[in-house]
């Protein structure tokens, strides 16, 4: 089982991502589950959304205590929340941001695991040139697909056309597809 956990805030659409991969694994042919934990739900509250891809029925539902893959979508819960409590030591990090690793204060927990498995990618920037609006799902989901292996950037993009359509649709796309690429020039010769 790979099991999954987004945090972000409320408003970034971290609920819709974590439906989005739960979407994208059962179009491969995973068995798939996504659900949220909510604080406090006003905008600008730190939530977490969770989910699980098996090649079998899924039967637990308690919240991902030890994450395969943890996907930060606001960076500046790095100073509030232990995102990274329970991570796998053979885990995968993604961080919505422009910066480094080392430039986050996370070079220890980089060290830590194996090489190619703690990114940073600017999903907001990417969001905010395509859509107009600070929603980085898309691109934290492409970002996760390409730095894991775990899905394809194809059923990423099929997801968000299910939900959405038209120009909302073509946008995540572009998003998906800018975030995936970046994760990929950035491995290089790492494989995931």
Known sequence: ????????????????????????????????????????????????????????????????????????QDKTLLESVDVFKGLREDGYVLINSSETPEALGLEDLKKRLPEGHFLCVPATAYALEKIGRPLPGAAMLAGMAAMTGSMKLESVIAAYNEKFSGRVAQANAEVAKLAFDSVKSMLGGVHA
């Open 1 to 72: 089982m790979f099991q999954i956990r987004i945090h972000g805030r409320g408003g970034q659409g971290v609920v819709t991502a974590a439906e989005m991969l739960a979407l994208a694994g059962f179009m491969e042919g995973h068995h798939a589950q996504a659900f949220p934990s909510f604080g406090s739900e006003r905008t600008g509250a730190p939530v977490v959304a969770f989910a699980r891809l098996a090649s079998s029925e899924i039967r637990l539902r308690e919240p991902v205590l030890e994450p395969d893959v943890v996907l930060v």
